[in-house]
């Protein structure tokens, strides 16, 4: 196991630095200098080969990676060319935000997939079982952005019950913060919701029929019994790999719900950095969000090997 | 069963958490206090890159700092007209080349420094030597700038120039603090009524009132400018309470969710804003004027104003705006008419680029452009942009466009067509003789030389004008002050306020 | 014995998912087919005259605040769709599959690692982040898309198709045609392919699905399909300031988003139940 674990820590560390290289050579190809973005239109070259000195962009790319790589070690991702203001604060405050907002829709997804998905697997030959497994399929096939636009129109607007966006640091008042934030995670909670739903059905239908659980019914013991004591185990082995997936994607897929619900995440800094041309931010928040699913990959697989004991 | 009892868990608890929250709202409900702690949040669209307005260009910043933060010697009110602001009075000589500004007494800046002559030099010479946009040649016009004593300020000009107190009111004309000027990106060191108080980027920018104001104090504690990318958010936001104010309405379509006048109120003015169809005049095929006229004639800016923007707006025809004294309705010059600019096309067809920055208006106005140009035979493909760094460095900067589509927002803004290095390209030595002599003749001389050229730019098809932005606010019923028309380029809260 | 009647009784049910899926998936390509050749009204056509039209009168749907057939519209979106969803499922299977197959075929060597590591990479750029980083070098638009989503469908592929191709290699006739010196590429053709085939529909079936709702969400970011070809995500994005007065503008996208997906995904699923019920409990190994 440690031989194994250490092995899997290898290969995440070499994987961020070829993701981080990978990341800086894009970077590097986008068009469009920043020294002469920001010095604009009427700038000489004298202005904007001096800014080049200030910004260190003169110096050659791996000179550049270096600095950058060696700064990202320390927690330092440099100041923006645009703002002129560090980097490194900015993506904290708001990677913070949108690990609230998507954890946030995980714990919905599972308080509703768990249970709607271990009934639909047991009772799967009933009406109410198969009625669970077709509201899933339909609410997989609904775009996350439309679920929020819906729940704004009748929480917010009609309803009068919630903000329709917003976001309220905790620090600042809790109640509106929670308020803040239920109809994001709903949104996002119901469509991943969904989704894990047919993936704990199906766990559970494939634990059910292995044979433990059936000398468990032969023996008399009741199925869901048996179920609760032998089956959760290994059904929740593939439902940890997709929650792993999940988070994965969510990461930046929460941005269309953060633009719906105006929350200023992760995903929307990217968007902002993108339309400014603030590039060195971009490289930042594209950094963050790769190492981070590098990161949640690496969990999984380590959960993964704790949870199955013939992979021990 | 256990899907019954976890929805009336979730249910039970969004019931809880509204009935707790409900009203304390983010200090924009207002209840109790005294009026001075009241405070308003403002919905807008762009958020700015930064606030350093000497550097970056947009509208965004001087819309939140000129006026509120950064204050000049003059400002534009209401109708128009240029008025005192940190000058108390100031006389022009004869020969109208030399401006002595006696400026006011007791006016400090928000870091503690008394505003002096000494600002006035600083400030002028310093657009000449740091500021870094395209505006900035404006102010050309300035010989020197001198201190006669701590409150006398005297500019004096190369030549006589109408246009030089106009600069003043926007925000070439801010007043800056030898000592304030060290981050301007972040901390803006003014004399305005407001102050920055904190800016959460991406979401929105605080103003508290400035405690050592020296004029009238701001009946509002604090604004807050909250920024929208989504103009359906924005509405919702007003709709549920979030903000109180629309700055502008970026979804016309929507104005009638605002019609209850009980909980309401729209307020439908004039803009600056002259919503243009560039053309590249400095290569094919928009460098042949015919084929520009085609496109003006091409072209039913009626219906375009009906299904782009809700009717909202006014169709003008040149690059004047009704609240200028020289403004003519020039809508009749190219009248539409598919058949004509058939005709000038001489049956040829065309393949374009119309490349438009991502915003609803220019959006929405280049699919009825495109629509209606493939009537006459031009195909324009349509490539949005992200606004503002991407259209500013393809379109602006390196003039790489056959079409685009831009809402000029800066007042008095016909000059940006004298320069032919502009990304119009347009170049007619005419154009820029009249606007000269504009500048330079006397007031009346000044209206007729620009009645000629926006005369001109229609008849040389330098442009198409669609339409005139309109200056569409909602707000809460019981908000005051808001203004009426947005001719300057500030969105002023100095008079805004709540009953 | 219990468990082949299950999976009996499994495969006759799961039949129905099947047709109601292959009916809607045929009822997306029939539309995108047939807007080929004919649709009511031109679906870019701005007509202020009918702006917000109701439905009727050879307006099936009613027009938008452009004036243009909702109805005309939604073929053409079909279109869009599908486009979006081939390419981009193509790019996923011709880069995955073969890259898969090679790191299943070569279960201990350098290479199935190597694969298998760059795959884990290349899924840390999630197909939103892919395109708004593409978008921000050649521009927002449909070909953007379909790559960025094709890219990061890739390792789904690969993971499906070298856990199948480790199953199939075991079998008897694999090894005798190894044992008969056959070459690598010609086992993997000949032998390999064919029977991951089913696995991979079933895979392509699924991202698909996925593919559509991508587009969808990138239209509402304006990183989709530029105006005004018509798409389904972007007539969502905008219909939503009209939602009040006008939901219909709003409805009808989101329903054929909606069936379309649920089609894809009924498709493969009943796919996947009908080609060999064992199937399901092979999973993408990691």
């Keep these: 196991m440690i031989l194994y674990l250490l092995k899997r820590l290898a290969v995440l560390l070499a994987s961020t630095a070829v993701a981080a290289v990978a990341v800086f050579a894009f970077m590097a190809v986008l068009p469009g200098d920043p020294a002469e973005i920001a010095l604009g239109v009427n700038a000489t070259p004298d202005a904007v080969a001096e800014l080049r000195k200030q910004f260190g962009t003169d110096r050659p790319a791996v000179a550049q990676f270096l600095d950058w790589a060696g700064g990202l070690l320390q927690g330092d991702f440099g100041t923006s060319y645009v703002t002129s203001s560090p980097i490194g604060p900015q993506i904290g405050d708001r990677l913070g935000v949108t690990l609230v907002l998507v954890l946030g829709g995980m714990v919905v997804a599972l308080v509703l997939a768990v249970p709607l998905g271990t009934f639909a697997a047991v009772r799967h030959r009933d009406p109410l079982g198969a009625a669970i497994s077709a509201a899933s399929q339909l609410g997989i096939a609904i775009p996350a952005f439309l679920a929020g636009i819906l729940l704004v129109f009748v929480f917010a607007v009609q309803a009068q019950a919630l903000p329709s966006g917003g976001y309220v640091p905790i620090a600042e008042s809790p109640g509106e913060w929670l308020r803040s934030l239920l109809l994001p995670w709903l949104s996002l909670g119901l469509v991943q919701g969904a989704v894990l739903t047919r993936y704990v059905r199906s766990a559970v239908l494939d634990v059910m029929r292995e044979d433990y659980l059936r000398t468990a019914r032969a023996k008399g013991r009741g199925s869901t019994g048996a179920l609760w004591r032998h089956g959760l185990r290994n059904a929740s082995i593939p439902v940890v790999t997709v929650l792993g997936l999940q988070l994965a994607t969510l990461l930046i897929g929460a941005v269309v719900v953060e633009r719906v619900f105006v929350i200023p995440g992760l995903g929307d800094l990217l968007l902002n950095g993108v339309a400014g041309r603030d590039l060195l931010l971009v490289q930042g928040v594209v950094m963050v969000l790769v190492a981070a699913v590098l990161l949640i990959n690496f969990v999984v697989d380590v959960t993964y090997h704790l949870l199955d004991p013939r992979l021990r | ?499 | ?286």
């Design chain 3, 1 to 286: 014995m219990s468990r082949r009647t299950s999976a009996k009784a499994n495969r006759g049910r799961m039949n129905a998912g099947l047709l109601a899926g292959g009916a809607l998936v045929a009822l997306v390509v029939l539309t995108a087919l047939v807007s080929f050749f004919w649709t009511p009204h031109d679906p870019t056509l701005v007509d202020a005259a009918g702006k917000l039209r109701e439905p009727g009168g050879g307006y099936l749907l009613g027009a938008d605040k452009f004036g243009r057939d909702t109805f005309s519209q939604l073929m053409v979106g079909a279109r869009t769709t599908l486009y979006v969803g081939v390419v981009a499922v193509g790019i996923a299977a011709a880069l995955g599959v073969p890259l898969g197959m090679a790191a299943g075929m070569t279960p201990r060597g350098w290479l199935s690692e190597l694969i298998m590591r760059v795959n884990d990479l290349v899924f840390a750029f999630p197909a939103l982040l892919l395109a708004v980083m593409l978008g921000a070098v050649y521009g927002a638009g449909t070909l953007t898309a379909m790559i960025a989503i094709g890219v990061a469908t890739v390792p789904a592929f690969a993971r499906v198709a070298r856990a199948a191709t480790l199953q199939v290699m075991v079998t008897d006739y694999i090894l005798a045609a190894r044992a008969a010196g056959r070459r690598r590429g010609a086992i993997a053709l000949r032998h390999v392919l064919p029977n991951i085939g089913s696995m991979l529909i079933v895979q392509a079936s699924v991202s698909f699905a996925i593919a559509i709702l991508a587009e969808a969400a990138l239209s509402f970011l304006g990183f989709g399909t530029r105006p005004p070809t018509p798409s389904w995500g972007r007539m969502l994005q905008e219909s939503q300031e009209l939602l009040f007065s006008t939901p219909r503008l709003a409805l009808w996208p989101g329903i054929a988003i909606a069936l379309a997906v649920l089609g894809f995904n009924l498709l493969g699923d009943g796919l996947r139940d009908f080609l060999d019920p064992k199937l399901r409990r092979i999973r993408a190994e990691r």
């Design chain 2, 1 to 499: 069963m256990r899907r019954i009892g976890i929805w009336i868990a979730a249910g039970g608890l969004l019931l809880a958490t509204a009935a707790c929250g409900g009203g304390s709202g983010n200090g924009s409900a207002g209840t109790g206090g005294t009026p001075k702690a009241q405070s308003l949040s403002v919905g807008f669209v762009a958020e700015p890159a930064n606030l350093d307005f000497t550097s970056t260009e947009g509208a965004a910043i001087p819309q939140a700092l000129l006026v509120n933060v950064y204050e000049g010697l003059v400002k534009l009110d209401q109708n128009g007209e240029i008025v005192p602001l940190l000058a108390e009075k100031w006389d022009v000589s004869p020969d109208r080349k030399t401006y002595t500004f006696t400026l006011r007494e007791n006016v400090k800046f928000s870091g503690g420094a008394p505003f002096t002559a000494d600002d006035v030099t600083f400030s002028l010479d310093r657009v000449k030597s740091d500021w870094k946009l395209k505006i900035k040649s404006q102010l050309d016009v300035i010989d020197k700038v001198e201190k006669k004593d701590d409150s006398t300020a005297v500019v004096t000009l190369k030549r006589p120039s109408n246009g030089f107190l106009y600069s003043m009111a926007t925000r070439l004309g801010a007043m800056f603090s030898r000592t304030g000027v060290a981050d301007l990106a972040n901390k803006p060191v003014g004399t305005g009524p407001y102050v920055l108080s904190s800016w959460r980027r991406g979401d929105s920018i605080q103003l508290a009132a400035n405690p050592s104001y020296w004029g009238t104090k701001p009946p509002l504690g604090a604004i807050t400018l909250k920024y929208f990318k989504d103009a359906t958010a924005m509405n919702n936001a007003l709709l549920t309470g979030g903000i109180d104010v629309i700055s502008s309405v970026q979804a016309p379509e929507s104005l009638q969710q605002f019609a209850d006048p009980g909980r309401f109120e729209t307020v439908e003015g004039t803009t600056n804003g002259e919503v243009v169809l560039s053309m590249n005049n400095g290569r094919p095929p928009f460098d042949d004027k015919a084929v520009r006229q085609a496109v003006r004639h091409a072209i039913d800016h009626k219906a375009l104003l009906d299904t782009a923007w809700a009717g909202r707006g006014q169709l003008i025809g040149s690059m004047t705006a009704p609240t200028d004294p020289w403004y003519e309705d020039r809508t009749g010059d190219y009248p539409y008419d598919p058949a004509k600019a058939k005709q000038l096309l001489g049956g040829k067809t065309y393949n374009v680029k119309m490349r438009i920055p991502n915003l609803p208006y220019a959006v929405n106005s280049a699919q009825v452009v495109k629509s209606q140009l493939a009537q006459v035979g031009i195909n324009a493909e349509i490539e949005p942009l992200e606004f503002p760094a991407r259209w500013l460095d393809q379109v602006f900067t390196k003039g790489d466009y056959d079409l685009s589509i831009i809402n000029h927002v800066e007042p008095r803004d016909m000059g940006i067509f004298a320069d032919k290095s502009y990304y119009f390209r347009y170049d007619n030595p005419e154009f820029g003789k009249l606007l000269a002599a504009a500048d330079e003749g006397t007031e009346q001389e000044q209206t007729d030389d620009l009645k000629q050229a926006a005369k001109l730019l229609s008849d040389d098809a330098a442009a198409d004008w669609l339409f005139l932005f309109p200056n569409l606010i909602v707000a809460k019923k019981g908000v005051t002050g808001l203004p009426k028309n947005a001719i300057a380029e500030s969105f002023d809260f100095t008079a805004l306020a709540k009953q």
